[in-house]
């Protein structure tokens, strides 16, 4: 082959592998996030701040509830749902007095702020911790722990525990035993090891069962040679084995028991299928952060963001390669620019405007937070930049307060309830 040739073909090599590039991703704030833009440019108050769109929050509680029908009560999971105002607001729409908790702290902050509400611990508290609930809980409160607090128990050693701790205190303790369906995170493994305990519990009077609790969250997960509906039913099976275990002990169990569990990653299984169950706990599934991207969620929408001001825009440059930035930036135009924001590090990814991305290659940044991004965003130190949390458990409590949405309008404000 002649050398002419040979370069010919190089140089279509290259060709092709220039028109391979990336393409700028960069796009502007959609029509719902500019008016959000705009909002916080002239009502922001120039700190990240935590949004949730109340026309959103109402359409997944609506949703839940129509699937819901009345025929499974409903306990909201206070950890996802950290706030008091969001609470009591959730807590008048889908009319219950149910809350899940998982912190000792927020449960004495739920006895104080909902005296009439009915409290299931989610996990178990270590005794010490229990005791510290009652050394801090108001005398002149209405609220009644005798009648309005469960204790999770997941073992025998724990269940000694809560009775010598009842003993102590002089009072009784309700409790709910945590069974294993299948999750593998511990709580009572087999309906010969829950008859075990309640053997044990005979000798406990201070403890009062109310019923069991088991949470699925793995079904929502199972793998592709799992069949999914297959799963929830092996699941149910083993917890209707646990009822039948628990009934044979009648001087123990109640008459109307307690049988919690789903989840915001189940509750659709329990609300479409015959299910052990008589209640079901969900938080998150009402603010859909991007973690409950399942397709048994696909109907609800994200309710929640995180707001950024953007401090700077430089260019794309990194340290020690800024000679290499033009090559960098024409070879990918998703580089070209650098946008830093005010704070960082949430467990959360950029959504508007589009094409943002986190700048591996620099790092994460909890106090200026770098994005890259192409020039279609058209971003300037005036704007905000919308992040979509993953979780919403836990990154309400990294703000002191929500600011609400109503028709795209900022219409007022939520304090949060950390966890400590």
Do not use: C
Not at 1 to 11: I, W
Not at 35 to 51: A, C, H, S, V
Request: zero cysteines; aromatic letters at 8%; proline letters at 6%.
């Amino acid at each position: 082959m002649k050398r002419r040739h040979l370069l010919g073909l190089g140089a279509l090599g290259l060709l092709g592998g220039w028109a391979l590039r990336p393409t700028d991703r960069g796009r502007e704030h959609d029509a719902y996030f500019a008016e959000l833009n705009r909002q916080l440019q002239r009502d922001g108050e120039g700190i990240p701040t935590l949004l949730l769109d109340l026309d959103r929050l109402d359409a997944n509680t609506d949703l839940l509830a129509a699937r819901l029908g009345g025929r499974l009560q409903l306990r909201l999971v206070t950890k996802s749902l950290a706030s008091t105002g969001l609470l009591e607001y959730l807590a008048k729409r889908l009319q219950t007095q149910r809350f899940m908790v998982f912190y000792q702290p927020q449960l004495n902050r739920l006895a104080r702020s909902f005296p009439q509400a009915d409290l299931l611990l989610g996990k178990p508290m270590p005794v010490a911790a229990a005791l510290n609930f009652y050394r801090q809980l108001a005398h002149h409160l209405d609220f009644d722990p005798d009648r309005q607090v469960t204790w999770l128990i997941d073992s025998q050693q724990r269940l000694m525990q809560y009775g010598e701790l009842a003993k102590a205190l002089g009072r009784p303790l309700r409790i709910a035993l945590e069974i294993d369906v299948g999750l593998e995170r511990g709580g009572f493994a087999t309906p010969q090891a829950l008859a075990q305990a309640l053997l044990q519990l005979r000798q406990l009077p201070a403890l009062r069962l109310q019923g069991l609790m088991g949470y699925d969250a793995h079904v929502a997960h199972s793998p592709p040679w799992q069949n999914q509906l297959r799963a929830f039913s092996e699941t149910d099976e083993r917890y209707r084995l646990f009822i039948s275990s628990a009934q044979g002990f009648s001087d123990l169990w109640p008459a109307k028991p307690l049988l919690n569990g789903a989840g915001s990653l189940t509750y659709l299984l329990h609300s479409q299928q015959e299910t052990s169950l008589n209640e079901v706990a969900v938080g998150s599934a009402l603010l859909k952060p991007a973690e409950r991207d399942t397709p048994l969620l696909k109907e609800h929408q994200p309710a929640l963001w995180i707001a950024s001001p953007v401090l700077k825009v430089v260019d794309g440059a990194l340290p020690y390669l800024q000679p290499l930035q033009p090559l960098i930036s024409a070879w990918n135009p998703n580089r070209e620019n650098a946008y830093y924001l005010y704070g960082g590090r949430w467990p959360a990814q950029p959504v508007s405007p589009a094409g943002l991305d986190y700048d591996e290659l620099y790092g994460r940044s909890a106090n200026q937070e770098r994005l890259v991004g192409g020039r279609g965003t058209r971003l300037t130190s005036n704007d905000w930049v919308f992040l979509r949390p993953a979780i919403s458990e836990g990154v309400l409590g990294d703000f002191s307060e929500i600011r609400l949405l109503r028709r795209g309008q900022l219409v007022g404000r939520w304090s949060t309830i950390g966890d400590s």
